[in-house]
């Protein structure tokens, strides 16, 4: 079986929790199936690129389903798979489908329908991305979920899709790769103290990842305890006035112990980061799965987070760390909110102050991400949805 791995993001341009999962998935595909790679951006070694340049000065949008009509182009003619992550390339793998007649498996990382304030980056072209994203699933001969939460809000997103072209496959983490590092060069060059508490968030400031949230939060939080923001720049004009202002009252009313890094760090510099927190925290909004909350495991930090999307499938309450209930229907209630941010300060103070207590959550974090996210295991899963998928265009095509 030869299968086409169709994305945005692949090594070495990376931003986001679906790049982290083709880069890590594609390696361990390789030992059972061969394995070609389109991806989008500049030239690189290992995969077909495809700019995002045409039509020249459109709107992004327009500009990704240009590259995704490279994509379709550009394929091996001996393909029998094609394999989409993410809306970005969600119409490359449908209308490759239908070119070729072969099966398209679609990755879920994240839905349209749960991102409405995307529409504040995208303009018209967020009612593109979800137009795209809608036939993909609708058109695709297996879909895979990152979670069991992520399959009960494909199904939410999209009632009209069979429910047994759904295969739940979790993202997973090498922990090989994220293991602790109690170095502390990197933490000493960023300004990170690692004699006293420290809480770390990792990630974009979108509204998705619930920075603002976090920032909010940590007035909360005992004096001595610094917030470290690995953080690269909004997405928005919108949101960075929001995170702005937050950041700056933050600032304003705890003087030192606030660092904000705004370049991409190398992820080995993330990992000491990380290994040298007393907390990791992830206020997300919405996650699918959240990977950064296993690279964060993985390095025996416990976690604070929300309790939405897949998440409680990662971070097991009162034993790898603490969730914090969050709803986002009440998304514009301010009580309700400011209550949120309020408990999620608490959490993290009942670890920074209880050192016995986090060593155990980190420990028990480590051993859960060796137990149940081994990305061989999560390829040879995928491998099986390929061969249903396989087997489901084929029954589609003998009843046509």
Excluded at 57 to 67: D, E, I, K, S, T
């Amino acid at each position: 079986m030869r299968v086409s791995i169709l994305t945005r993001e692949y090594p070495p341009t990376i931003y986001g929790g679906a790049g982290v999962h083709v880069a890590q998935l594609v390696p361990q595909l390789r030992k059972f199936i061969d394995i070609d790679v389109q991806c989008m951006g500049e030239p690189r070694e290992g995969a077909t690129a495809h700019e995002e340049n045409y039509p020249a000065g459109a709107n992004a949008a327009l500009r990704v389903f240009g590259a995704d009509l490279s994509m379709v182009a550009a394929l091996p003619e001996d393909i029998d798979v094609v394999h989409s992550h993410t809306w970005y390339a969600n119409l490359a793998g449908h209308l490759a489908g239908l070119f070729r007649d072969i099966p398209h498996v679609v990755s879920a990382h994240s839905l349209e329908p749960d991102r409405p304030w995307k529409a504040e980056q995208l303009g018209g072209g967020y009612a593109m991305s979800s137009w795209a994203e809608r036939t993909a699933y609708n058109g695709a001969d297996a879909v895979i979920a990152v979670s069991e939460g992520m399959k009960k809000g494909i199904l939410a997103a999209y009632p009209e899709l069979e429910a047994d072209k759904i295969h739940v496959v979790l993202n997973g983490i090498d922990p090989e790769e994220f293991k602790p590092d109690h170095g502390t060069d990197i933490c000493e060059q960023i300004g990170m103290d690692t004699t006293k508490p420290s809480v770390v968030f990792v990630g974009r400031i979108t509204r998705q990842k619930g920075l603002v949230h976090l920032v909010r939060a940590a007035q909360h939080l005992d004096p001595e305890t610094q917030l470290i923001l690995l953080a690269g720049a909004p997405d928005t004009p919108e949101i960075a006035e929001e995170f702005n202002q937050a950041f700056a009252d933050l600032k304003a009313a705890r003087g030192g112990g606030v660092v904000w890094v705004q370049e991409m760090l190398p992820r080995a510099s993330v990992r000491q980061v990380m290994s040298n927190a007393t907390v990791f925290a992830c206020p997300s909004i919405y996650e699918p799965l959240g990977i950064v909350n296993l690279e964060a495991m993985a390095t025996e930090t416990a976690v604070v987070a929300s309790a939405v999307g897949g998440i409680p499938e990662v971070v097991v309450d009162g034993e790898t760390g603490y969730l914090v209930d969050y709803d986002p229907a009440k998304a514009g209630d301010a009580d309700y909110i400011a209550n949120f941010e309020k408990t999620f300060g608490e959490r993290i103070n009942e670890l920074t102050r209880n050192p016995e207590l986090t060593d155990r959550f980190g420990t028990a974090g480590r051993q859960r991400c060796i137990d149940k996210f081994s990305w061989e295991t999560i390829a040879r899963q995928t491998v099986e949805v390929y061969q249903a998928a396989a087997a489901r265009h084929a029954q589609r095509a003998t009843k046509a």
